[in-house]
């Protein structure tokens, strides 16, 4: 094969794949058409993945560290005063961010201009996501991108919600 005909090959090969890339990610991580964003998204989505399984897996093992599961205390809903890290990969730098952690759900939200991040962990529950979004709609929220990830009983709902002036 000519030099020209294995660099069409590599270029069409890379096309494919990164279409493929492209319609396995979440479309809110992908801002361009172009290759470099398309990647840039996927490492992003990528790295949430791995923080999302990094948070599931600590919460299994708490879990199974404590032999007679209780009621937990509700805590209160606290704002990030300095920077950090979230175990759901959220920084709050720049942003209005807030976390609340009960018996029923852990839940974290992240502002940003006319949009609301929101993450739900908790037990699955049969029907629970009608009920949320129902919610949400009664409040005037337009769910633009839900996410569902589960692992044995626990599930996570990632939201990405536009928010309207009334």
Known sequence: ??????????????????????????????????????????IEFIKELHQVLQALESKKQRKSLSPSPGPS???????????????????SVGELGACSNSSLADVEARISGSNVILKIISRRIP?????IIAV??????????????SMD?????????????H
């Open 1 to 42: 094969m000519s030099h020209i005909a294995v660099e069409r090959n590599r270029r069409r090969q890379m096309n494919e794949h990164l279409k493929v890339l492209r319609s396995l990610t979440p479309c809110f991580y992908i801002k361009r058409g172009d290759q470099a964003s398309i990647i840039g998204g996927v």
């Open 73 to 91: 205390t509700p805590r209160p809903i606290q704002l990030p005063t300095q920077p950090d890290h979230s175990p759901f990969g959220f920084e």
């Open 127 to 131: 029907g629970q996501i009608l009920k």
């Open 136 to 149: 949400l709609e009664k409040f005037s929220f337009e769910v633009l991108h839900l996410n569902i990830s």
């Open 153 to 165: 009983d626990t599930v996570l709902y990632s939201f990405v919600i536009k928010v309207y002036d």
